[in-house]
C-alpha cells in the first residue's frame, strides 16, 4: 500500500494549479457578498387561515379513501394456494446475472500482486513456523 500511496503523492505534487487575478477578484467578491443565514431576511408567512389548511387536509383525505374503495370493490377477490416451499421456489423468478472482470489500472494491477505475494510469502513462513 505504501508503494501506492507513495505514486498517489509524487503524482499530486507534479499537478500545478494558478488562479488568475481577476477570478481571486471574482471570488473575494462573492465571499464578501454572502451574507450569514441569521441575517438574511425573512419572507413573512401567507397569510391563508388554519380553516383553509384544514379544508384541503380532508378533501386529501376524503380523496385517498374514495380511490382505495374504488380499487377495492373492482377487483375480485381471489383465493391464494396454501404457501408451501415449493409454490415459494417457483414463484421466485431467476436473475440472469451477467458480470465481467472489472479491469485494473496499471499501478492498481501491480499493486494487487505485490498483495498477493505477501499472502504467499505470509502465508509460507506460518506454514514453516507450525511445522507442515
Not at 384544514?54 to 394456494?81: F, Y
Not at 415459494?88 to 496499471?106: F, N, Q, R, Y
Request: glycine share 4%; proline share 7%.
Amino acid at each position: 500500500m505504501d508503494k501506492l500511496a507513495n505514486r498517489l503523492r509524487r503524482d499530486a505534487d507534479r499537478i500545478e494549479v494558478t488562479v488568475s487575478e481577476e477570478l481571486e477578484r471574482r471570488l473575494d467578491a462573492s465571499l464578501q457578498a454572502a451574507t450569514p443565514q441569521d441575517e438574511i431576511v425573512r419572507r413573512p408567512k401567507s397569510g391563508r387561515p388554519a380553516l383553509f389548511w384544514w379544508a384541503s387536509s380532508l378533501t386529501g383525505i376524503a380523496a385517498a379513501a374514495a380511490v382505495i374503495v374504488i380499487v377495492n370493490i373492482r377487483q375480485p377477490q381471489e383465493e391464494l394456494p396454501p404457501a408451501t416451499p415449493a409454490n415459494i421456489v417457483a414463484a421466485v423468478p431467476v436473475i440472469d446475472w451477467k458480470t465481467e472482470s472489472a479491469m485494473l489500472t496499471g499501478p492498481l494491477q501491480q499493486e494487487l500482486e505485490d498483495l498477493q505475494s505477501d499472502i504467499r510469502k505470509a502465508e509460507r513462513q506460518v506454514r514453516e513456523d507450525i511445522g507442515l
